[in-house]
């Protein structure tokens, strides 16, 4: 389809790989080095004049193939997965790797290509004494709002729930100690797993009761999104539209603070149907099967199950 398009892929994944082993060590060890956690277009680019990548690759050019969605102003490691493009599928596992490499890769670090031009790991950053609202606290520092950390730094395959697993993976990569503590204090029932009730109850109350609005009037989120919140099909809502929808559906949670609380990435100022409901079905296909998921692992608006493609 493009083919200027995947010789910038082809080799920016091929110089990842030569030099790092993997993508996932790509981003860890060179891409994102200080642990940010995303990168925006300025500092991609900086971090490939670092890595001096090959004259083949354009860093800006690149960047804007790895962006996925509508607004996206920064990239994170999952974005990365734009350059197993014209993989083959039995080659991807390897070309991506692991985050059990970087357990590995970390103790030679300082000989690494990172290492040489500067790169460092997140340091380890000790908890006070309110162990779960720091990292609360900290989590939203780094992603930007409680939303985005929920989403990106700990439910990233967004089944609703996080088990002490995740957890350990989510605190390994910003470095943080003490895993075990931390879980007891946030695992307040004991299940073995937690939601966004237990992360940010004021997020997970107001986006239970957006989504219940919605379902009260509408056969699918996708119908009540565009009917209310992009009605010039913009496909974006900024603050005020979203605050005037919510009036419109009667929500009694404050709508502008739950704006901001949904707001996905740093610096955006409007919000899009797939920030809220992951769309499983962008094509709109007639289907009986569940097409959207959410961050709630239960309640209205959360499967999406339609009997037919609603309009568009």
């Known amino acids: 389809i493009d083919p200027a398009a995947q010789a910038q892929l082809d080799n920016c994944r091929q110089y990842f790989?030569?030099?790092?082993?993997?993508?996932?060590?790509?981003?860890?060890?060179?891409?994102?080095?200080?642990?940010?956690?995303?990168?925006?277009?300025?500092?991609?680019?900086?971090?490939?004049?670092?890595?001096?990548?090959?004259?083949?690759?354009?860093?800006?050019?690149?960047?804007?193939?790895?962006?996925?969605?509508?607004?996206?102003?920064s990239i994170c490691m999952e974005?990365?997965?734009?350059?197993?493009?014209?993989?083959?599928?039995?080659?991807?596992?390897?070309?991506?790797?692991?985050?059990?490499?970087?357990?590995?890769?970390?103790?030679s670090s300082s000989a690494s290509p990172a290492g040489r031009s500067g790169g460092a790991k997140p340091a380890k950053q000790e908890l006070p004494s309110d162990a779960v609202e720091n990292f609360r606290k900290l989590l939203i520092q780094k992603f930007g709002s409680p939303y985005a950390a929920w989403r990106k730094g700990l439910?990233?395959?967004l089944n609703g729930v996080v088990t002490q697993k995740d957890l350990s993976e989510a605190c390994r990569r910003l470095g943080i100690p003490n895993i075990r503590r931390l879980w007891k204090e946030i695992d307040i029932r004991g299940t073995g797993q937690i939601t966004l009730q237990d992360f940010d109850p004021e997020l997970a109350s107001g986006l239970a009761e957006f989504m219940q609005r919605i379902s009260e009037?509408?056969?699918?989120?996708?119908q009540g999104w565009q009917s209310v919140f992009d009605k010039s099909r913009q496909r974006r809502c900024d603050q005020k539209s979203f605050v005037g929808g919510c009036k419109e559906l009667g929500l009694s949670s404050d709508a502008a603070a739950l704006f901001k609380k949904l707001l996905l990435e740093p610096g955006r100022?409007?919000?899009?149907?797939?920030?809220?409901?992951?769309?499983?079905?962008?094509?709109?296909?007639?289907?009986?099967?569940?097409?959207?998921?959410?961050?709630l692992k239960h309640g209205p608006g959360s499967t999406g199950e339609v009997t037919e493609a609603p309009p568009r």
């Not at 974005?79 to 103790?107: F, I, K, N, Q």
């Not at 009037?217 to 996708?222: M, S, W």
């Not at 899009?272 to 959207?292: E, Q, S």
């Open 79 to 107: 974005d990365l997965r734009a350059l197993l493009v014209g993989v083959p599928p039995e080659l991807r596992p390897e070309t991506w790797g692991s985050e059990a490499d970087l357990a590995t890769a970390s103790s």
């Open 17 to 73: 790989f030569d030099t790092f082993g993997c993508l996932v060590k790509a981003w860890h060890f060179g891409l994102d080095a200080c642990g940010l956690g995303r990168l925006d277009s300025d500092s991609f680019v900086e971090a490939c004049e670092r890595l001096q990548m090959p004259v083949s690759v354009t860093p800006k050019s690149c960047f804007r193939l790895l962006l996925a969605r509508l607004g996206q102003r």
């Open 217 to 222: 009037r509408f056969a699918h989120p996708r």
């Open 155 to 157: 439910d990233l395959d």
């Open 269 to 295: 100022h409007f919000l899009v149907y797939d920030d809220i409901w992951v769309d499983l079905n962008p094509n709109n296909f007639k289907t009986g099967a569940r097409d959207v998921k959410t961050v």
